[in-house]
């Protein structure tokens, strides 16, 4: 397992350095995560120390232990299944049971107000669309559309109609932004090109503060040469397309060969979708590869051909994404993009060890796997079905299902058209298929998180528009890693089979 992860992970830190600019600059996408990061470092390192600085650590410290106490105190309430303040019916059980409900998490509310009004008013529209409209109406076609005597969660089920509803939106909004991207960058190397001696400008104000020209200059000026990226590229697709067929010889080299053709487009899919959203979807372009490789290595080889295509997917899409939020991070830190690269390649490496050694103590330890024990790995099985369904053919799918991916893909494309014809004044309130389509797979709660984050953002601005423009991200800021770090003391307890006390779950009334 170490020497697979050696040889697929390097490709994705060299997918999408060509784009960078792109992605950080030109489309200036918010990466929360990243951006959460780079005001906690910027908040710690200030060359000045002035009271500017000193009123976002506090702030940041003072959201930072509300957050974290907050996500300690929610843990003594979700000791057993749906329990804890996570599944408040916000809005009425009803709505609950379609996804509709504030789950008082930290972080979402924290990413809220760090992402744009519309990606959050994307999200919310993406959730009524789908969770309030188009499941529901499928799910009364049960026994028409699909069997009725087979689980939701399956392929053929109500969630084969979430999954590929939500990769063609995502495919479509990404695919329009990679070639309108790839034209973009084609044009602006021809100019460069006649242009070599031009000189980027930089403000001659030695006073002038840490802006945004001062960070793009940094930013442009450490610059990485397409070539290595593309020697990088190209090395490592090699030797993967070597070693990969020689450990899993179900997974013929040419397969490896078309998954590392399609790769760069799909990262830049995951990567575009994660700076909007700060939702990492790598494993639904994984699920592409599955089916597709599952489908040509047919019935013989189809099952380990097609899991292995979704982890080298899965792994340079995770990865490229990654590093994006990484560069987005180095540049509001004014730090060399180079220098994170590196980083990452290092970070990468250490992974490799520590990931398959991490997973074996857990195999060795726990019955992971076994599904009436404690760690069930409820996605090894799903995933090993959704091979066996490539296998079977697309025909396996529940009914115009197909239908109905060629309609959302059509409609991300025709979407994206519309916000680039019409007028910024208009086009501005377009809503954004990519953000839309998260919600169509996770649900709706999340959305509802965003959108309140948002709703503080725009009654702070009302209130105190340069107070807000101050303290915004550094709140934000806090709220994402106080409920962040929870994470660790509470996967301790996990692990130290400390379970929490109380179950505190919500039924409906006898009047009910």
Known sequence: MIGFLFVVSFVGLFALVPLRKVMILDYKLPYPSGTATAVLINGFHTTKGDKTAKKQVRGFMKFFSLSFIWSFFQWFFSGGENCGFVNFPTFGLKSWKQTFYFDFSMTYVGAGMICSHLVNFSLLLGAVISWGVIWPLISEKNGEWYPQNIKES??????????????????GDGLYNFLK?????????????????????????????????????VFIRENIPIWIACVGYMLFSVISVIVVPIMFPQLKWYYVVVAYILAPCLSFCNAYGAGLTDMNMAYNYGKVALFVLAALAGEDNGVVAGLIGCGLIKSIASISSDLMHDLKTGHLTLTSPRSMILSQGIGTAIGCVVAPLSFFLFYTAFDVGNPNGEYKAP???????????????????????LQLCYGFFAFAVLTNLLRDIIPYKF???????????????????????????????????????????????AVASGLICGDGLWILPSSILALAKVHPPICMNFLPGKSS
């Open 379 to 401: 996605y090894a099985l799903v995933y090993r079905n959704m091979a066996i369904l490539g296998v079977e053919g697309f025909s396996a799918l529940p009914q115009h299902c």
């Open 181 to 217: 991207t790839l034209l973009f960058t084609v044009r602006s190397m021809h100019a460069a090109f006649k242009k070599k001696n031009a000189v980027i400008s930089v403000s001659d104000k030695k006073d002038e503060p840490l802006d945004d020209l001062r960070r793009n200059e």
């Open 154 to 171: 399956s392929m053929k089920s109500l969630n084969g109609y979430k999954v590929f509803i939500s990769i063609a939106l995502i495919l």
């Open 427 to 473: 086009g501005k309130w377009v809503p954004l298929p990519m953000a839309m389509a998260v919600p169509f797979l996770v649900g709706g709660y999340f959305a509802i998180d965003m959108c309140v984050g948002s709703l503080v953002v725009c009654v702070w601005r009302k209130v105190d528009r340069r107070k807000a423009g101050l303290m915004v991200p």
